[in-house]
């Protein structure tokens, strides 16, 4: 193993257990939102006018790292119709 690797191996083995899961569920979060999208044909320039948002903020959203509020997540689930 080189040294990236030992350092990447060694950062993973340190970062708290809540903030993995935090990450995996912002990713789980996104994709299911971008899942949704190409389901129902909905841009990302739509989904920012329907949710009266920048297309940038559903960039970000989309990203994965998006620390999203519950509100957020209940404007886009009305919009999309369906839960995140």
Request: net charge neutral; no cysteine; aromatic share 4%.
């Amino acid at each position: 193993m080189n040294k990236t690797q030992q350092l990447f191996h060694q950062v993973i083995d340190e970062t708290p257990e809540h903030i993995k899961i935090q990450v995996d569920l912002s990713f789980q979060i996104a994709d299911r939102i971008d899942a949704l999208l190409k389901q129902k044909g909905i841009s990302q320039k739509e989904l920012a006018k329907l949710t009266q948002t920048s297309e940038a903020a559903v960039s970000r959203w989309l990203s994965g790292t998006h620390n999203f509020t519950i509100s957020t997540l209940a404007k886009i689930s009305a919009v999309l119709g369906e839960n995140i």
